[in-house]
């Protein structure tokens, strides 16, 4: 008689992170401090964001530049799912939508990766920290924007965003080391402005902490013509060994229209979570 294998459960679950070029109410987009060369988007844009968000259809997705939650549930409906926006008094946020359903428990944010920069500079933004209960196992998620215009650049570089740059990497270094301590399974969502690679000694110095999985490594980004990616998911702990191979997806935002909806394409990952 031939034995039956049984597999163990598992629960799927998608991760996306997005950056929504300054996704702005029609009234915010005008306030002061804002600045001019924004997208300025009317109800039509919303309505197109809203069906790519739709046929998104992620579980769980990060997101940048999000003005308030009332702006992001026209993108991701209330109905369906669950937004936290981190709380820095500033025009730009980072944010999370979360499927209705599934158990958040919202973290004090991460604000040392807010750092005081010159006032002729855009302000930095706090890291957007949850743990996410998917019925005997946790995942702590922390969706972050670092400072911009430090794309590949040298340790030794002591010019342009590089040193802000340098210091946002440091406090992520710390979260991480605190995830490494408690055995915890981590996921890292967001816009790096960097170009990670595995070699790259900004994610050397992350990985020498506890081993990570960068799901872009070795991949260019269809988005913009091919370029490298600078949004990223990274994943440690237990999270490394729950991806889903090749499950890793770009959906294109048009960028070369009259009318660019974001200047970045969402990027996904499957999650096959085991449990017991």
Known sequence: MAQTSWAAPTQTLRLSTWNMDWL????????PGVPTDIPHRNT??????????T?????LIGLQEVGDSATLARLFPRSEYQIFVSHDDIPQ???LAARQGLHIQRNPDVTALALETRPEHHPLRSGLDITLQLGSRDLRVLVVHFKTGCWDNPLSEIHHACPVLFQQFQALQNWISDRAQNEEA??????????LT?????FTGLNHITPLTLVTSAQASPCQNGSFFIDHILLGGAA?????????????????????LSDHCPVSVTLRIPQP
Not at 24 to 31: K, P
Not at 246 to 259: E, F, G, H, K, T
């Open 24 to 31: 702005l109410d029609e009234q915010a987009q005008n306030a």
């Open 44 to 53: 039509r844009d919303f309505t197109k964001l809203a069906a790519y968000a």
């Open 55 to 59: 046929r998104l259809h992620p579980d």
């Open 93 to 95: 946020h980072t944010a």
């Open 186 to 195: 981590f996921a890292i969502l967001g816009d790096f402005n960097r170009r």
């Open 198 to 202: 595995r070699t790259d000694p900004l």
């Open 240 to 260: 490394a060994q729950w991806l889903q191979p090749d499950s890793l997806r770009v959906m294109i935002i048009p960028q070369n229209s009259a009318r660019t």
